[in-house]
Every structure is written in structure tokens, then in C-alpha cells.
């Protein structure tokens, strides 16, 4: 009997302890998603609007939850080779692409595998996206890219996509552009706006009555103005919805502008600044007075992107040095290195310290930034080379189709993702 006794009060204890477990459990569940929902709501206002990582969220099976994911980093992954692949998003008969980056077309010998290598970060998926719903959701919308030939790479290729879905196309040249499209179906724009280094610039020759770069000793150069931008974009803020920019391959191009012969001299106010700046102090002026700029310019609720730097794949030495890209794959990760880190200091040394110059200025805009250096480092397979036409070969653009199709994918992930939010 005794031991039956205490087997029941030992059962009452168990069960009262039971209870007092549930109930703290429950407690304990309920903390839990408080402190999630408020973990949630303090993520989501505190997130910058101009991070490249995107939070995705997803519900759980059992409660319906909302449980938050972790970032996805679209700069973070590997190129994963698909035979499977048959077709691009168009083909090398699209007119807009440069004889030079058709690489199909001019018989490159890897022309027709660039393509079906495809770009999976890590922990999360970067789909091809879709044409026409592309159009449907951005009717009325004009976009713009405005930088360099490689923006117009871009440019090209979002438009060689779109061209595929929808034919009816106006072509004309919309607040200063090189060039640009309608697409009438949807009243949606696109236009490339060509600018080296953002700023307006041109030649410079010593006045003959003398000056303060002249009594400096300076004869001709290249005078850039850092507070005006350049006339082929000015207009592009008041015009466009949506715009993306890029710059930086003419600021470490000592071919373009000899720092002896032919450098650059730098003007605000329309006075020449003295002492004379080198081009990287110069670059970041520019893209101080450039950023505001456009802040100020940009039409009500207007979308604005800054790509990151576009790498360039010579070894061998430089464009005009016999520098060559031969590669038929995506390099490794060692092999991108050794091309791009900073303490190795070679040839493409300049598409890292670009980045540097971006990430500072643009730290505290509004600006959203597209990250696809990363990605594009390792496509040392995926530019003309030698069947770009050129006497040398073309290891800086990128054959289309091809990496700048992926560019696209994740500019217009960007794009939905930022139009839902709102």
C-alpha cells in the first residue's frame, strides 16, 4: 500500500508537472513569435533599399506562419554548364547587336555553349525572367541606361529579349539617347544614353594669354567638368521611370587619356581645380555632384539603379599590349584571383577599385545597386576574344547572347521585387 501511495502522489507530481511544462511551453511559443513578428517588422524597415541581397519569406507547413529567410546574395554563387540548353532568350539574328559581340554569328568556337552555362546563387534561384509578363506589369514605363558601351552590351540584350515577344517596335532617340525603342503594344520605352564618365568633358589647349593650368606648365588635355553632366543624359532623369547607370572603364584608361600627353583636368564651377587631381579623386567628384544630380532631377517615384563594375578578362597584358582571353569555361575560383585582387595589382585591377569609388559614394543615396561583378568575373569564356573583328582582341565587351542576359534576369528580379514592396 505504501508504495501504491506514492506511485499515485507520484503520478499527481508527474501530471502537475506536465501541465506546468504545456503551460510554460506555450508561454515560451508564444515570446517566440512575438519576438518573431517583431524581429520581422524591425528587419524590414531597417533593410537598405540600395542592398543587391533581396529577403524572401515563406510560409511554414504546419501553422501558416511567416518565417523569415535569410538574404538572398545574387553575387554569391557558381556557374552551373546545362547541355540540355537548346535556345537563348533571342538569337544572333536580333539587328541591335554589334557585328563585334556576335559571337554566333562570327563563328567564335564556344559561341553556342556561353549560353548554357547559368548562374545559381547560393540558397536561393535567379530565374530567367519572362518578356511579356515584363511588359504587361512595366506598361507606360520608359527605361533608361545611361554609361558606357557596356551598358549599351545591356541595353541590347534586355531589347533583343523583349523584341522576341513583342515586334511592333518605334525606333527613336528620346531625350538625347544614342538610341532607343517603343514597344507600342505596351507604350513601354527603352533607351541607351552613351557617356564615358557621366560628366561632360572634351578637349583642352592652353589659352595663349596664359592661365593657372598653363603657368603649371599644361598644354592640351581633357577638360572635365565634375558639377555638369554630359548632354547625352542630362535629360534622362526628367524623362525616364526608370534608370540605370554605370562608369568607370574610361577613368583607368590611360590609352584614352595619357596622364602626360593628354590628362585629365579637372573643373568645378567652371575653374580649373588646383592642385590638379588624379583621376580616381576625380572620379569621386563626379559621382558626388552626379548622384545629386539626379536625385534632384529625378521624376515622383522614379526607380534608379548604379551597376557595378563590368570585369575585363585580358592576360598577357592590355588591350593594346597583345593582352588575350581565351578561355572556353568560366574560371575557378583561384583563377579569379589571381585576375582581379587588388594585391596582385594587374591588368583588371580596375574593376575592383571601381567598386570601391561606387560603394562610398553611393553609401546614403537612394540609389539601388546591381551587383554583377562577382558574377562576371569568372566568364573569362564569354567575350568576342578574337572574333570581335578588332586587330586585337576583345576581352572587355560580352558576345550576345550571353552574361549580360543574366545582368538582365537579375535587374528585373530587382525590378519585381522593389515594385512589390511599394
Known sequence: MPIRGHSLHHAKKSASHSSSCSTSLLFISLVCLASLFLVYSLFKSSVSPHNHQNLQFKRSDSSGTPILVE???????????????????????????????????????????????????????????????????????????????????????????????????????????????????????????????LARYGRWSADANGGTLESLGYKEGFRVDVDIPDGTWA??????????????????????????????????????????????????????????????????????????????????????????????????????????????NGTNVETRLVNQHLYKALKGSDFHILEITRMSEFRADAHPSTAGGKKHDDCMHWCLPGTTDTWNDLFITHLNNIKSQN
Open 71 to 197: 538574404p538572398c546574395d545574387y553575387s554569391d554563387g557558381m556557374w552551373i554548364y546545362d547541355p540540355s540548353v537548346r535556345s537563348a532568350p533571342y538569337d544572333h539574328t536580333c539587328k541591335e547587336i554589334f557585328k563585334g559581340w556576335n559571337c554566333i554569328a562570327s563563328n567564335k568556337s564556344n559561341g553556342l555553349d556561353i549560353i548554357k552555362w547559368r548562374w545559381k546563387p547560393k540558397g536561393c534561384d535567379l530565374p530567367r525572367f519572362d518578356p511579356v509578363r515584363f511588359l504587361e506589369r512595366f506598361r507606360n514605363t520608359n527605361v533608361g541606361f545611361v554609361g558606357d558601351s557596356l551598358n549599351r552590351n545591356m541595353f541590347v540584350s534586355l531589347f533583343c529579349t523583349l523584341k522576341r515577344a513583342s515586334s511592333e517596335v518605334k525606333k527613336w532617340r528620346p531625350a538625347g539617347a544614342d538610341r532607343g525603342f517603343t514597344f507600342l503594344q505596351y507604350n513601354f520605352t527603352i533607351a541607351y544614353h552613351r557617356t564615358n564618365l
Open 235 to 344: 535629360e534622362a532623369p526628367s524623362f525616364h521611370d526608370i534608370l540605370i547607370f554605370n562608369t568607370g572603364h574610361w577613368w583607368w584608361a590611360p590609352s584614352k587619356f595619357d596622364p602626360v600627353k593628354s590628362p585629365m583636368l579637372f573643373f568645378e564651377n567652371g575653374l580649373p581645380l588646383i592642385p590638379p587631381l588624379p583621376p580616381h579623386v576625380g572620379l569621386d567628384l563626379v559621382l558626388k555632384h552626379m548622384i545629386s544630380f539626379v536625385e534632384r532631377r529625378m521624376r515622383a517615384g522614379g526607380i534608379k539603379f548604379f551597376r557595378t563594375q563590368s570585369p575585363r578578362h585580358f592576360e598577357g597584358g592590355d588591350w593594346d599590349q597583345g593582352g588575350f582571353c581565351q578561355h572556353l569555361q568560366p574560371l575557378l575560383p583561384e583563377q579569379v584571383e589571381e585576375l582581379f585582387s587588388l594585391e596582385n
